[in-house]
Nanobody, 121 residues
Framework: QVQLMESGGGSVQAGGSLRLSCVAV?????????MAWYRQAPGQQRELVAKITNGDRPQYGVSAKGRFTISRDYAKNTVYLQMNGLKPEDTAVYYC??????????????WGQGTLVTVSS
């Protein structure tokens, strides 16, 4: 079983910064290959913000390019999302996501509980 614990959300004024953190806790029979951040604004579909896969370059959604940076500390099983230049349209619940394998194959993607980011103008 893989569990994700997010932190770092909050309220900020436009132009400000926040850093989200997500710790993955899992047993020895699991691997986590990809960790990602998604977000969902009220009335909107969930969208990819950024993801990072073992050995690959990070990938970003259109809204995040140039402003957000995803990074991963493999020793701490933690993924971070540094968000700079925040805009009111970045207001959303941000979800951490993990994908990987067990001894018997790929497991279903795992989601965190979400952390709210509110950006005021």
């Amino acid at each position: 079983q893989v569990q994700l614990m997010e932190s770092g959300g909050g309220s900020v004024q436009a132009g400000g910064s926040l850093r989200l953190s997500c710790v993955a806790v899992y047993g020895m029979s699991f691997t986590v290959n990809t960790m990602a951040w998604y977000r969902q604004a009220p009335g909107q579909q969930r969208e990819l913000v950024a993801k990072i896969t073992n050995g690959d370059r990070p990938q970003y959604g259109v809204s995040a390019k140039g402003r957000f940076t995803i990074s991963r500390d493999y020793a701490k099983n933690t993924v971070y999302l540094q968000m700079n230049g925040l805009k009111p349209e970045d207001t959303a619940v941000y979800y951490c996501n993990a994908e990987g394998d067990t001894e018997v194959g790929r497991y279903q993607p795992v989601w965190g509980q979400g952390t709210l980011v509110t950006v005021s103008s």
